[in-house]
């Protein structure tokens, strides 16, 4: 069996060689790529850079305003581009948007699962419900768009499925728990997924983001003492070597993409994380427990929501680099 190990362990890499020096770069120009909560954030940033791949757009949201200013934004710049209003938690919604993307351009090369929802407090303000509404947007939300594309891609030869988790999905992070055990669930799907498509030529990647500026903070749901939360949430998402650029992510979602990664961590704090967590457990989950004593306690609106846009305070209100984020991704 000793001498079975190196002989299995060189014949992987050997197959592992011949398939990197075999791949094909995948060239996204011209390629239809469908968006979830393409209207603002990420999804938004992901788009223009998309688009400057010479891509086709399909984007999807729950917010007509936010849609109407992206689809405007596209058109101006000339790139193709549709937008759909839609709820990724109803698999209705999901088979109706991916059939009229298919129907629109002709085929559909790429879907990224980027729609999700965060709910910050400590556990004794989060209900049941709270962590049904993280399942049912941020794994099957994902799930039921993969379902509709999955028979699309096989018929036509192939595609590409990115699946944005979190590096909540790695760690969980105290104060962000159903949002945590949804991304959890993503990456054990998104990865499963891989590894049965592949031979059906689709590939599906894996994107677990470290905190990014994207502004998005304000659309967020914030319990307890919820002028608190935001205002810790808030400032860590723009403090610079913290949180990455959003424009950063995007690219290494695209090259992720592009690649055919299986799975990526962004930024270095990202990948800091993710190495602690796999390799000393104890000793983060330690670290975590330390950081929840020093977050806020229950209190406040106990288990109502606020939208963060209801909690700011003096301090975050000045946040110079969350107003140029909230501005140029649409956030507002």
């Not at 991916?98 to 965060?118: K, P, S, W």
């Not at 941020?138 to 699309?152: E, P, S």
Request: charged share 20%; aromatic share 4%; hydrophobic share 45%.
């Amino acid at each position: 069996m000793t001498r079975l190990l190196p002989t299995l362990a060189l014949g992987a890499a050997a197959l592992v060689l011949a398939k990197k020096l075999t791949e094909k770069p995948y060239d996204l120009a011209g390629k239809v790529v469908l968006i979830t909560g393409g209207s603002r954030g990420l999804g938004l940033v992901l788009a223009r850079q998309l688009a400057d791949e010479g891509a086709k757009l399909a984007l999807c949201a729950r917010s007509v305003e936010e849609l109407r200013a992206a689809q405007a934004e596209f058109d101006a710049k000339n790139v193709p581009c549709v937008t759909y209003v839609a709820d990724v938690a109803s698999e209705a919604d999901a088979r109706r948007v991916v059939h009229d993307t298919a129907v629109h351009y002709g085929r559909l090369d790429v879907l990224i699962n980027n729609a999700g929802i965060i709910t910050v407090g400590p556990i004794e303000t989060m209900t049941l419900k709270d962590y049904h509404d993280a399942m049912n947007v941020n794994y099957f939300g994902a799930l039921h768009f993969m379902l509709a594309v999955r028979d699309v891609m096989k018929a036509q030869g192939g595609g590409r499925i990115v699946n944005i988790a979190s590096i909540g999905g790695k760690v969980a992070v105290p104060h962000l728990v159903p949002y945590s055990a949804s991304k959890f669930a993503l990456s054990g799907l998104s990865k499963g997924w891989r590894s049965e498509l592949a031979k059906d030529g689709v590939v599906v990647t894996t994107v677990h983001p470290g905190l990014i500026s994207t502004g998005s903070p304000r659309n967020a749901d914030f319990k307890g003492q919820h002028e608190l939360e935001y205002a810790w949430f808030a400032v860590a998402d723009n403090l610079p070597g913290l949180a990455q650029k959003v424009e950063d992510c995007a690219r290494e979602t695209i090259a992720a993409l592009k690649a055919g990664r299986a799975e990526i961590v962004t930024s270095i704090p990202g990948k800091v994380l993710a190495f602690l967590g796999a390799v000393l457990p104890g000793v983060m989950a330690d670290a975590n427990a330390l950081q929840n004593v020093l977050l806020p306690k229950p209190g406040g609106v106990g288990t109502q929501k606020r939208k963060g846009s209801e909690s700011e305070t003096a301090l975050t209100q000045k946040l110079p680099r969350k107003q140029e984020a909230e501005l140029a991704n649409n956030e507002l």
